[in-house]
């Protein structure tokens, strides 16, 4: 359908991307690109390797998984982005990666604690590593379930996805999100810095302080606030 | 012999890309590929340079070892493969690796813990550490006294070498297999990844608890199961 | 202005080789250039991706931060290079990067200490972590104070910056200067290197001895000192 | 002069294959190769970045560092290669590196243990940490005095030079030797593997124990005993 060429494209252009920054090693992982007024969004096929991957093998789903257009299964992870999609409206792409040093904080089942400028330039909080689910949920809906792991952690720990756009699954991998699938993958990319950097911080000094709120609310500001002064624009 | 090219193409192809993969350096590994049907294995030649070697310089073997065709000598690890192939019927290939992360897991003699899912979606268990030989084992056959220790391993543990594609081999390293030469080498690249991450987890964390059985089930069998959804087949 | 074409070269290729050097991800970094008869220095815009960085896009400015000639917004940190330059009249070049290993340093706010020759090569004492600034200097001209956190750290411990081409700003990053831009990218560099090993050493042994007198003073005259041998001048 | 082309030739290629293998950033090490006939060698020019370099740079001088040819400075390090040379007769090449996990260690001051096969493929010992001068001899003739320190240390260990193709020097660095110059490369290669890999074992495992002496003797002799079966000769 030549209504989601473009939508393909984006999706098919970021998943190459997260490939391209060593994010995944083989398949494992998926990005997926929303399109909000045609409600629905492209994701990758599962399991097929990115040098045979091709634009228009990108499977198109609605908000309740109902395939739209696509010849391949999509990725096995689609309901966790469909959940994701339907209850946070301002999210316009995905990511999903097993990368090495967030999954291993995702592991160790601890946040990544804010230590640093580098940290702050994106956002304000320790990134929150939700704990695995209940037996139930994992025997039931489970990558639906796992949207819900998310949006609930959020809810709890009153966090806003636009501020906090990254989480850990405990005992999994990350979850990164965006204006669009490539400032998700954007989001994998300095997360994966972020773990790395977070662990060598508590291996250099194990009572390494956390960042002071003066500094947390300058960068952070300096970035996004209203009176931003990075970038271009 | 022509009947042997193919094999051989499938045993160059796959040590080419263990090369690839960085998974060794200079000529610190071997993979083998087997044909069922006529009883024999192609295996990398000892010791020879990978920017040297040639698909046809893989030597052809039986399963007692008996050269059967090839006009260089085999790789030194070649009796702990023919063991394999000779015991472990369901196997089409094996790798075998002085990859940093797996070889210090074995250096340090310890089971690699399933801490995630990454870990999950390729086998249930924890990845087992073989005890060294005793001395008397060391100083006879060698290599074929390695193939018993892994077989032996497996026995005394109740694993099931189809569910479990790897194994360490104490202050050695690791060997993989899998249905074919390709997927042995997927393995040794997977469990690569799993020891850095577990490595990394226990830094994290010293009491990372270890994957709660609901997530090992799920994630194995959405791979794995008679129900699996993973993929395109 | 033609008059500063050499001067925007200069501070271009110095930028490049950053990220060259893998110093950088996405924008997390910026060189500058100074001449010092125009009492003007170039700068990298800011938020600008390498691969679209033209050098006519420096920012030419002079030290009290008056936009000389420039159609973009420099650097969110140009603030610091101006006092720098200001206040250290021997400098040439100033790079400012989120290296790994550096920035885990700053984050866990130790100073690097001296513990081989290949510190000693470069200089004479501990890489200085200067503390995180008052939450009132933050609040205020925030990136014209780091420069004075940075000189003062310097007047403090009495160090001279001509020995001592490298500072870490504690929970942010490093700073690094030499008599040109292409000098302080190579103080970049080295100081990762030496963070990383600091580190390693460290973890291999946490009571490894400061490197003694003799011969960091025995290494930094051989490439430094009056009758420096080392190199072909 | 003729006669050193092609020892210019060999020391050149050595010296860049340090570089390729990513054991030396900047100019932060050197490879010498000998001539046993001339009794002289040749060794890099001090401080020539790698990517100008060329064969005729070589230096040529003779073990009691008198100057044969040559139109630059020799290595800073000459002395200590002049050194082995001429009291280690069977050694055909020198190389010496500011590699990572090495230096790591010699800034430990600690031993590297026998952890594995990989290292008794190489040799049967520790890897041994000369340990710093005294300050009487690094103030006297220092790279003169740093071959004697390496002489001296094998001597009080009872290490044979044509076993132990390798040595750290306390907060210094490795300098490994072999038959000819790309032999003492791979040496090199082989002691930063080793180098990591036991940090990594000692990570997992502080109590990590020592390879046992079967399969030291094991390894050891399948690639150097008199009935080795490793490789092709």
């Given at each position: 359908?030549?209504?989601?060429?473009e939508l393909k494209r984006a999706c098919y252009e970021a998943n190459m991307e997260l490939n391209a920054l060593n994010l995944v090693i083989y398949t494992f992982g998926?990005?997926?690109?929303?399109?909000?007024?045609?409600?629905?969004?492209?994701?990758?096929?599962?399991?097929?390797?990115?040098?045979?991957?091709?634009?228009?093998?990108?499977?198109?789903?609605?908000?309740?998984?109902?395939?739209?257009?696509?010849?391949?299964?999509?990725?096995?992870?689609?309901?966790?982005?469909?959940?994701?999609?339907?209850?946070?409206?301002?999210?316009?792409?995905?990511?999903?990666?097993?990368?090495?040093?967030?999954?291993?904080?995702?592991?160790?089942?601890?946040?990544?604690?804010?230590?640093?400028?580098?940290?702050?330039?994106?956002?304000?909080?320790?990134?929150p590593c939700a704990p695995p689910m209940s037996d139930e949920l994992i025997e039931g809906n489970y990558e639906h379930n796992t949207g819900i792991q998310i949006t609930?952690?959020?809810?709890?720990?009153?966090?806003?996805?636009?501020?906090?756009?990254?989480?850990?699954?405990?005992?999994?991998?990350?979850?990164?999100?965006?204006?669009?699938?490539?400032?998700?993958?954007?989001?994998?990319?300095?997360?994966?810095?972020?773990?790395?950097?977070?662990?060598?911080?508590?291996?250099?000094?194990?009572?390494?302080?956390?960042?002071?709120?003066?500094?947390?609310?300058?960068?952070?500001?300096?970035?996004?606030?209203?009176?931003?002064?990075?970038?271009?624009?």
């Amino acid at each position: 359908m030549k209504a989601f060429k473009e939508l393909k494209r984006a999706c098919y252009e970021a998943n190459m991307e997260l490939n391209a920054l060593n994010l995944v090693i083989y398949t494992f992982g998926n990005v997926s690109a929303v399109d909000r007024d045609a409600g629905v969004f492209a994701i990758k096929p599962s399991g097929v390797p990115y040098e045979l991957l091709k634009a228009e093998d990108m499977v198109i789903l609605d908000y309740d998984n109902r395939l739209i257009e696509g010849a391949m299964r999509p990725s096995s992870d689609t309901k966790t982005h469909a959940w994701l999609y339907k209850n946070w409206e301002d999210i316009g792409g995905i990511a999903h990666t097993h990368a090495t040093y967030s999954v291993s904080w995702a592991q160790a089942q601890r946040d990544i604690p804010i230590f640093g400028t580098t940290h702050a330039d994106h956002l304000t909080q320790d990134i929150p590593c939700a704990p695995p689910m209940s037996d139930e949920l994992i025997e039931g809906n489970y990558e639906h379930n796992t949207g819900i792991q998310i949006t609930d952690c959020f809810s709890q720990r009153k966090l806003d996805y636009r501020e906090v756009p990254m989480v850990l699954i405990g005992n999994h991998g990350p979850f990164t999100w965006g204006k669009d699938a490539a400032k998700a993958v954007y989001h994998s990319r300095v997360l994966e810095e972020l773990a790395k950097m977070a662990y060598l911080t508590l291996q250099i000094n194990p009572q390494a302080p956390r960042l002071k709120d003066a500094l947390v609310k300058k960068h952070y500001d300096r970035k996004h606030g209203k009176d931003a002064y990075y970038g271009q624009n």
